[in-house]
């Protein structure tokens, strides 16, 4: 069973390659040069603040799209097109095997992000990749235990996942201050508000709020754990 998940690591990359990198990397560019162009339209000089700036206007545009283009079918897509009679026709573990795919597109993901700074640096202002790259680490594993668990349930998680997440963002804007049972019911909800804080404090300053991070990371766990519990004992097809 192990030399068959080492097996399919190797066609997870190779798939992570052929059906996301290319899109991620397209979405980064496209966003990049629509915030980037008109600056250097107007001739801006960048020094290091204002290369910061520009950073921290992008990277969560493109870290948030990029998450949902990488976390869309992570399992979904095997039960709908009928892939799962063919990956799991020699032993293997499907809860393993899912989750080595959620590993595995994590590493690409931050791959493809690394590639982006680099052209950051061409083309504005190099930065230092450290932060940049923790921030969109804890964007997909603050989305990816959510999302790995809609996409375990249901064969269409795309919309699922983008009602879930724009409902908790919205929700959590106007409700924020308010009391009773809306603020159980934003209480919750996937905690994703707090990203907005984690850019500043990660990108800008190299430091973090331990008790956000862990509420992200926390509550995403708890829904891959449950995902990971429903590819145990459902049928997969």
Same mark, same amino acid.
């Given at each position: 069973?192990?030399? $068959?998940?080492?097996?399919?690591?190797?066609?997870?990359?190779?798939?992570?390659?052929?059906?996301?990198?290319?899109?991620?990397?397209?979405?980064?560019?496209?966003?990049?040069? =629509?915030?980037?162009?008109?600056?250097?339209?107007?001739?801006?000089?960048?020094?290091?603040?204002?290369?910061?700036?520009?950073?921290?206007?992008?990277?969560?545009?493109?870290?948030?799209?990029?998450?949902?283009?990488?976390? $869309?079918?992570?399992?979904?897509?095997?039960?709908?097109?009928?892939?799962?009679?063919?990956?799991?026709?020699?032993?293997?573990?499907?809860?393993?095997?899912?989750?080595?795919?959620?590993?595995?597109?994590?590493?690409?993901?931050?791959?493809?992000?690394?590639?982006?700074?680099?052209?950051?640096?061409?083309?504005?202002?190099?930065?230092?990749?450290?932060?940049?790259?923790?921030?969109?680490?804890?964007?997909?594993?603050?989305?990816?235990?959510?999302?790995?668990?809609?996409?375990?349930?249901?064969?269409?998680?795309?919309?699922?996942?983008?009602?879930?997440?724009?409902?908790?963002?919205?929700?959590?804007?106007?409700?924020? =201050?308010?009391?009773?049972?809306?603020?159980?019911?934003?209480?919750?909800?996937?905690?994703?508000?707090?990203? $907005?804080?984690?850019?500043?404090?990660?990108?800008?300053?190299? =430091?973090?709020?331990?008790?956000?991070?862990?509420?992200?990371?926390?509550?995403?766990?708890?829904?891959?754990?449950?995902?990971?519990?429903?590819?145990?004992?459902?049928?997969?097809?």
């Amino acid at each position: 069973m192990r030399e $068959n998940l080492v097996r399919y690591l190797v066609w997870q990359m190779r798939d992570f390659a052929r059906e996301r990198a290319v899109a991620l990397l397209l979405i980064g560019l496209a966003i990049g040069f =629509t915030t980037i162009a008109p600056f250097k339209a107007m001739q801006v000089s960048f020094d290091d603040v204002a290369a910061r700036r520009v950073l921290l206007i992008s990277l969560p545009q493109v870290a948030f799209i990029a998450a949902f283009v990488a976390f $869309n079918g992570m399992i979904s897509s095997d039960r709908k097109m009928g892939y799962y009679r063919f990956l799991f026709s020699k032993p293997v573990s499907i809860p393993v095997f899912y989750a080595q795919r959620f590993v595995v597109y994590m590493v690409g993901f931050l791959a493809v992000f690394a590639l982006l700074l680099a052209v950051f640096g061409l083309v504005v202002k190099p930065v230092a990749p450290l932060g940049a790259l923790a921030y969109c680490a804890l964007v997909y594993l603050s989305l990816g235990g959510i999302a790995f668990f809609i996409s375990s349930l249901f064969r269409h998680d795309w919309p699922i996942l983008a009602a879930v997440f724009l409902g908790s963002s919205i929700l959590h804007s106007i409700w924020d =201050t308010r009391e009773g049972w809306r603020r159980m019911v934003i209480s919750v909800l996937p905690p994703l508000h707090k990203l $907005n804080a984690a850019l500043g404090d990660i990108v800008s300053r190299g =430091t973090v709020d331990t008790t956000a991070v862990m509420w992200l990371l926390g509550y995403s766990a708890f829904f891959f754990a449950a995902g990971l519990m429903v590819l145990r004992r459902r049928p997969i097809g």
